[in-house]
């Protein structure tokens, strides 16, 4: 006679099931994270490999594990400020970073000004009323990555925001310094 034993969720079998009770995400992609070195580091094992950070690296580097999973938290709590902040420490302390803190700002932000040498990337979505709007301006898309987007001479981009502002009206915009430029009813606050 078999001996039928109840199921193990924190088994590997059952790890959708343990997502769903842990419920901790990723700080790159939002996505949940099964198993435990992800859960502790924040960071699930496809984001570190995609970004070229080493487990390795993050478990021996203390003070950038603390930033990733108070970031992670922050995140959790939508507490924006927070996030940015503690992404801009992330990439200061070592530039193998930056490719994280461009994630984190493209899951959190549909609008972003990134600046390249003398001039700026703006990241928007596609939007037809965008497009006939910007198209006095003589500017140039750019679909090569890294970063795909508006290519933006840094003495028109005020001009640039201002369209953005009427056409995303009450949107949220990244800048390149890492300030928030929010508009309300159309007015750049």
């Known amino acids: 006679m078999t001996t039928i034993h109840p199921p193990?969720?924190?088994?590997?079998?059952?790890?959708?099931?343990?997502?769903?009770?842990?419920?901790?995400?990723?700080?790159?992609?939002?996505?949940?994270?099964?198993?435990?070195?992800?859960a502790?580091?924040?960071l699930g094992p496809h984001c570190r490999q995609r970004l070229g950070i080493k487990t390795r690296f993050l478990?021996?580097?203390?003070?950038?594990?603390?930033?990733?999973?108070?970031?992670?938290?922050?995140?959790?709590?939508?507490?924006?400020?927070?996030v940015l902040d503690l992404v801009s420490q992330l990439r200061a302390l070592d530039p193998v970073f930056d490719a994280l803190a461009d994630r984190v700002y493209a899951r959190f932000f549909d609008l972003r000004v990134?600046?390249?040498?003398?001039?700026?990337?703006?990241?928007?979505?596609?939007?037809?009323?965008?497009?006939?709007?910007?198209?006095?301006?003589?500017?140039?898309?750019?679909?090569?990555?890294?970063?795909?987007?508006?290519?933006?001479?840094?003495?028109?981009?005020d001009e640039v925001i201002d369209v953005i502002a009427a056409v995303f009206p009450r949107a949220s915009l990244l800048n390149h310094d890492g300030s928030v430029i929010s508009f309300g009813a159309g007015v750049r606050a």
């Not at 969720?9 to 198993?35: H, N």
């Not at 108070?70 to 927070?82: F, G």
């Not at 979505?125 to 890294?146: E, H, M, N, Q, V």
């Open 8 to 38: 193990d969720i924190l088994s590997e079998p059952f790890t959708s099931l343990r997502r769903d009770i842990l419920d901790i995400r990723c700080l790159c992609c939002g996505a949940k994270l099964a198993d435990p070195t992800s």
């Open 40 to 42: 502790v580091l924040k």
């Open 59 to 82: 478990k021996s580097n203390t003070e950038a594990t603390d930033l990733i999973v108070r970031a992670a938290v922050a995140a959790s709590q939508h507490d924006l400020p927070t």
């Open 114 to 157: 990134i600046r390249d040498g003398e001039d700026f990337v703006v990241v928007t979505p596609y939007d037809p009323t965008l497009i006939a709007r910007l198209k006095p301006l003589r500017l140039y898309f750019s679909k090569l990555p890294p970063t795909k987007g508006w290519r933006v001479p840094a003495e028109k981009l």
